[in-house]
Nanobody, 115 residues
Framework: QVQLVESGGGLVQAGGSLRLSCAAS????????MGWYRQAPGKPRELVAD???????NYADSVKGRFTISRDNAKKTVNLQMNSLKPDDTAVYYC?????????WGQGTQVTVSS
């Protein structure tokens, strides 16, 4: 059974930084693409960034240059370093692990950016 547990959310002022971490357990391997999504109130869930097992990354345009995703395949962790945070970044952030046949979600962690 796969479990994804997020940590690191919280309240920060605009311009500040946060680091989100996701620890995976169970049948998660290096061939799973790992990612972070977010959902703000009244809006659909959207991709923030993802990273393949080989280290290829993909970012939403709104976070390029501010956020950095990384993973440690041996430790089964994926991190999201968020810098220069804006109020528009306020959302629940979800960890995701997927292959063509599988799709797993964490329970989410709240990030609130005050102006």
């Amino acid at each position: 059974q796969v479990q994804l547990v997020e940590s690191g959310g919280g309240l920060v002022q605009a311009g500040g930084s946060l680091r989100l971490s996701c620890a995976a357990s169970g049948s998660i391997f290096s061939w799973h693409t790992m990612g972070w999504y977010r959902q703000a109130p009244g809006k659909p869930r959207e991709l923030v960034a993802d990273i393949t097992g080989g280290g290829s990354t993909n970012y939403a345009d709104s976070v390029k240059g501010r956020f950095t995703i990384s993973r440690d395949n041996a430790k089964k962790t994926v991190n999201l370093q968020m810098n220069s945070l804006k109020p528009d970044d306020t959302a629940v952030y979800y960890c995701n692990a997927r292959t063509y046949q599988e799709n797993y979600w964490g329970q989410g962690t709240q990030v609130t950016v005050s102006s």
